[in-house]
């Protein structure tokens, strides 16, 4: 029950703070009109989270491209299907190409889907390849950690650990 409750409020999360955290998707043709959409379809992922996947499917069709899917990838996150969420997200992050922080940030939020998918070897790769995008990223670093921790790759993990610490001596997690 609190392992549930911990990646629900996970999910949760990660919808909550998709939308401000991904400026790469106000640049849409239509940006005013593409980033109310967005916003609409991640509230909509929190509350009704197999509506929105619909919802964000019929966009993607309509030509939402990368907002759509990454709306998708959300509600998957809620729904708990979060392996299909992991790929949809790693998917997206390949065809950005043009902001390498951007599709770091996508490639750690597939890492963290993989984690919850107790993918471990998958989650450390995809954080791996996120930190060469974002260097200097803590949540990378923690995340990284965690997946190598399950791998049972502790003195990488705390390794990782210290470099977060150098960051910032005073995250306490």
């Not at 239509?30 to 964000?56: M, N, S, T, W």
């Not at 107790?118 to 974002?134: F, H, K, M, P, Q």
Request: glycine letters at 8%; charged letters at 25%.
């Amino acid at each position: 029950m609190t392992e549930r409750l911990v990646l629900l409020i996970f999910a949760v999360a990660l919808v909550a703070l998709a939308g401000p955290a991904l400026p790469g998707f106000a640049r849409a043709a239509e940006p005013a009109a593409a980033a109310g959409r967005y916003h609409a379809c991640l509230a909509k992922a929190d509350k009704d989270p197999k509506d929105a996947f619909e919802d964000a499917i019929q966009w993607r069709d309509e030509g939402g491209g990368p907002p759509a899917e990454h709306c998708a990838a959300s509600a998957l996150i809620v729904l708990g299907l979060f392996a299909d969420a992991a790929r949809r997200l790693e998917d997206l992050a390949q065809r950005i190409k043009e902001d390498a922080a951007f599709k770091g940030q996508i490639l750690g939020q597939a890492g963290q889907a993989w984690l919850m998918a107790d993918n471990a070897g998958r989650a450390e790769a995809v954080a791996t390849a996120a930190i060469g995008l974002r260097p200097g990223d803590i949540e990378l670093l923690i995340d990284r950690a965690q997946a190598r921790a399950q791998l049972a790759d502790y003195k990488l993990a705390v390794a990782d650990l210290n470099a977060a610490l150098a960051l910032n001596s005073g995250r306490p997690d």
